[in-house]
């Protein structure tokens, strides 16, 4: 399904190349993306998310964003739309969520969730988007219906925070959700699928939408609440042992030094969790 979830290896394409022979001249060794300036990139594609919520609307009757045509609010201007500022690979970026309807979760204040953080397991319903030339482009790179989906792009499980889920009123029937928090997200191509992340001679470059600007319409149903990735008792978003907020950049098992904590289990802290 999706190319949100998972950067797939491509073993197949390094053994194509390296099956041309020790001709030289058939090898690429250089990186497709060497001379990206993600920082300059990064003010270009604020100036474009910019423009476009300037001259945009949501139209709620439609449920679609359109071209202002006369004195329709803007999503720029509109009080719903809310910017978070992010720093990725040491660049600042912006990222713009316009909250469409607010979830309400479960109905009992005992059972309510809140929001979920930004490294929880989610049950969404999603469209993926390109934008380009001051517009939305109409074909989809990705999509998903009632899908769980774990940490994906940064812009994504940062928005996600932004959304509250819905009451879930399955009744001997197919999983139904209703009051469900729905939004758009606008989100800088470093905060999406940086070419910076790509690595040679496993990576495909036609596989993801590599420095592009995305938008995505979501909707989120559930989430798990301190999801556990590597269920070893404790919360993912607790496994923060630098304490800056970030899980992802925290690496304690020399073993595994490419691994996060979040994503290692530890003999440790399942005993430590046991025992408390």
């Not at 990186?31 to 003010?43: K, Q, T």
């Not at 979920?116 to 109409?138: A, E, M």
């Not at 269920?231 to 042992?241: A, Q």
């Not at 098992?253 to 904590?261: A, E, G, H, L, Y």
Request: glycine share 6%.
């Amino acid at each position: 399904m999706n190319k949100i979830k998972n950067i797939f290896t491509f073993a197949i394409f390094t053994l194509l190349i390296y099956s041309c022979g020790d001709d030289n001249d058939n090898l690429t060794n250089t990186n497709p993306f060497a001379d990206v300036n993600y920082a300059e990139l990064a003010v270009s594609d604020n100036n474009s998310i910019e423009s476009f919520l300037k001259t945009h609307y949501y139209d709620a009757t439609l449920d679609e964003v359109n071209l202002i045509a006369s004195d329709e609010p803007s999503i720029f201007d509109d009080e719903k739309l809310i910017t978070m500022e992010i720093t990725e690979n040491e660049i600042d970026y912006k990222l713009y969520v316009y909250e469409i309807e607010k979830g309400k979760g479960e109905s009992d204040p005992l059972l309510n969730k809140g929001f979920p953080t930004f490294v929880d397991s989610i049950f969404v319903n999603y469209t993926g988007i390109q934008l380009k030339n001051n517009d939305i482009d109409s074909d989809p790179f990705d999509s998903g219906s009632q899908v769980w989906l774990p940490s994906t792009i940064i812009g994504f499980a940062k928005g996600i925070t932004k959304i509250q889920g819905g009451e879930n009123i399955t009744n001997n029937g197919p999983i139904t959700y209703k009051d469900t928090g729905k939004a758009i997200f606008f989100i800088p191509s470093g905060l999406a699928y940086p070419s910076i992340n790509f690595r040679f001679g496993i990576d495909n470059p036609a596989s993801l939408p590599y420095d592009l600007t995305l938008v995505f319409k979501v909707e989120l149903l559930d989430f798990v609440k301190n999801t556990d990735h590597d269920n070893d008792g404790t919360p993912s978003i607790n496994e923060d042992k630098n304490e800056d907020g970030d899980p992802r950049n925290d690496f304690s098992d020399s073993n595994n030094p490419t691994i996060p904590d979040y994503l290692n289990p530890s003999i440790s802290d399942y005993f430590n969790s046991t025992i408390k």
